[in-house]
């Protein structure tokens, strides 16, 4: 069984940065992935890496919103993965999600990841 932990959210100022994590166990290789759910909008992908069955993991795929400011980045021995957010604006506001889906794809949607964790609250204020 897949189990996914988020841990990091919190609050920070405008310019400011958070560093999420999201633990795995139960889970070898496929796509992990950062989402975010704004009150009102849709479950935005934020970033992703795949890994392949060889343990080798692609660079990492990022929303346009987010790309410069946000790195991800995936821990192999540790089964961990990490977003590094940086120069955070109002709009990263949102609740983050770690997504997991073994396999081959790398999904851009939501509802082609299997397995979720319970997310963590991310609040930038001005």
């Known amino acids: 069984e897949v189990q996914l932990v988020e841990s990091g959210g919190g609050s920070a100022e405008v310019g400011g940065s958070l560093r999420l994590a999201c633990a795995a166990s139960g889970y070898s290789y496929g796509c992990m992935a950062w989402f975010r759910q704004a009150p009102g909008k849709e479950r935005e992908r934020v970033a992703a890496?795949?890994?392949?069955?060889?343990?080798?993991?692609?660079?990492?795929s990022y929303a346009d919103s987010v790309k410069g400011r946000f790195t991800a980045s995936l821990d192999n021995d540790k089964n961990t993965l990490y977003v590094q957010m940086n120069s955070l604006k109002p709009e990263d506001t949102a609740m983050y999600y770690c997504?997991?889906?073994?396999?081959?794809?790398?999904?851009?949607?939501?509802?082609?990841?299997?397995?979720w964790g319970q997310g963590t609250q991310v609040t930038v204020s001005s």
């Open positions: 890496i795949y890994t392949g069955a060889g343990g080798v993991s692609s660079p990492p």
């Open positions: 997504a997991a889906r073994p396999g081959s794809l790398c999904p851009y949607v939501a509802p082609g990841f299997s397995h």
